[in-house]
């Protein structure tokens, strides 16, 4: 989010700032979301916009929420280049906020691994 800030919904915690605006990473398996098993949609912690479906999580064992797609039009991607390595950097279309990483390690049917940091989403579970 180079000259950019996200648009802030409600207040976010100073880790979610560090994340989110600072390009951090939490500390992997910190998450409660990585063994969240409900039904649902994951929203972006600073704007509410909607960014993952439950039915696309799956465990990948990296320690982070992941996923193998976003909703349509839901994340944005840019080369990351940074701590000496290439990798595709995710955030979100709507506040720009960094979300996370893809990886092509993912399982089918997109092989993708959205890699993506707990702090950044809430869960919001689906109507019983």
């Known amino acids: 989010m180079t000259g950019k800030t996200a ?3 409600g207040t976010l915690t100073p880790e979610q700032i560090r994340v989110m605006h600072g390009h951090g990473t939490e500390r992997p398996g910190s998450s409660p979301l990585n063994f969240e098993k409900r039904t649902g949609l994951y929203r972006c912690a600073a704007c509410n916009a909607p960014l993952f479906r439950s039915e696309t999580k799956y465990e990948s064992g990296s320690g982070w929420p992941s996923y193998y797609d976003a909703l349509p039009g839901a994340v944005e991607t840019q080369t990351d280049t940074s701590h000496g390595m290439t990798r595709l950097e995710v955030h979100c279309a709507s506040c720009k906020g960094h979300l996370g990483h893809i990886f092509p390690d993912g399982p089918r049917p997109t092989g993708q691994r959205y890699c993506i940091n707990g702090v ?7 109507p019983a």
Do not use: E, I, T
């Open 7 to 9: 648009p802030l919904c």
């Open 120 to 126: 950044a989403l809430d869960f919001v579970p689906d």
